[in-house]
């Protein structure tokens, strides 16, 4: 009896050590990957990703720091890691190999989290897709676009394309082109589109509009007007704007020619054919 009490005293007192850092670490494990689960999650819904999303990779984050906890806690007992750390390896390969595609957009999505080339409710334009940002997904971005349709994008192609956003700027640029007849009084015209737009409250005093010759066209001279808006009245004065000086020009009598062409016809007299005969 003494010799198994002696045994299992000599076992535990070179088992405990061992024993115990490993509960330390499991301990300490768990709390950690808890804390990475929340950090992850406050960080993404600071950015505006979608919830699905967020809640996903915070859960990724906690699981893979699971493994490394449990890794840990088995090399503390004396298992031998290396065949498992082997086998996830070969495993996280193969899924790698099979999942390309997704992969590459996932990441591609986690670097637009961190980039943050725009954000929810942004007018964007990318992959040929004009419209508004409705979601953040981590494979997709779903676009909805102005008239009304919904278009997913992999992030993938959103990474490796160029995007427009005409939403981080709070003043946008509108230019026009307004053509006038070759005879028309140029300062008259000029002065008829500055009245224009002095009397149009959405356009900005600073920068000073601007109404310059462009083009000395075929059958026009083409005026360059360059006006500057907040964002949101971009369309809605580019509009309006083309509208009112066309009826100013109206009453003003401003000619704004269109291409035209004369074709004048040469008859030949054709003889012994009887091709000038009326029928």
């Known amino acids: 009896m003494e010799n198994v009490s002696s045994r299992l005293m000599e076992l535990a007192s070179h088992y405990a050590p061992g024993v115990a850092a490993a509960l330390i670490i499991l301990i300490v494990g768990r709390w950690m990957a808890s ?3 929340v950090f992850v999650r406050k960080l ?38 290396a065949s498992i750390i082997a086998l ?14 997704s ?8 670097l637009m989290v961190v980039t943050r080339p725009f954000e929810l409710g942004h007018s964007i334009e990318t992959g040929g897709v004009t419209g508004i940002v409705e979601e953040i997904h981590i494979l ?12 997913s994008i992999p992030n ?6 160029k995007v427009i956003n005409h939403s981080i700027t709070m003043t946008k640029r509108v230019n026009l082109v307004v053509g006038v007849a070759y005879e028309s009084d140029l300062n008259k015209v000029r002065q008829v589109i500055l009245d224009v737009i002095r009397g149009d409250n959405r356009i900005l005093e600073d920068p000073q509009p601007s109404v310059t010759v462009k083009e000395l066209a075929e059958s026009s001279v083409n005026l360059l007007v360059r006006v500057w808006v907040k964002t949101e009245d971009q369309w809605a004065v580019s509009c309006d704007l ?38």
Not at 88 to 101: E, F, H, I, M, Q
Not at 156 to 161: F, M, V, Y
Not at 245 to 274: A, N
């Open 35 to 37: 804390a990475g689960r």
């Open 44 to 81: 993404l819904d600071r950015s505006n990703v979608d919830r699905t999303a967020a809640s996903f990779l915070a859960n990724l984050v906690s699981y893979v720091l699971w493994v490394f906890v449990l890794l840990a806690v088995l090399n503390q007992l004396g298992v031998q890691t």
């Open 88 to 101: 996830l390896t070969a495993a996280a390969l193969a899924v790698g190999l099979a999942l390309k595609d």
């Open 103 to 110: 992969l590459a957009n996932l990441a591609a999505g986690l």
């Open 140 to 151: 997709t971005t779903r676009i909805k676009t102005f008239d009304n349709s919904v278009v």
């Open 156 to 161: 993938a192609k959103i990474l490796g394309d």
């Open 242 to 279: 083309l509208e009112r000086i066309k009826t100013r020009f109206d009453d003003e009598g401003i000619s704004m020619p269109f291409p035209q062409r004369d074709v004048h016809l040469h008859g030949t007299e054709q003889s012994g054919t009887g091709l000038n005969e009326s029928h």
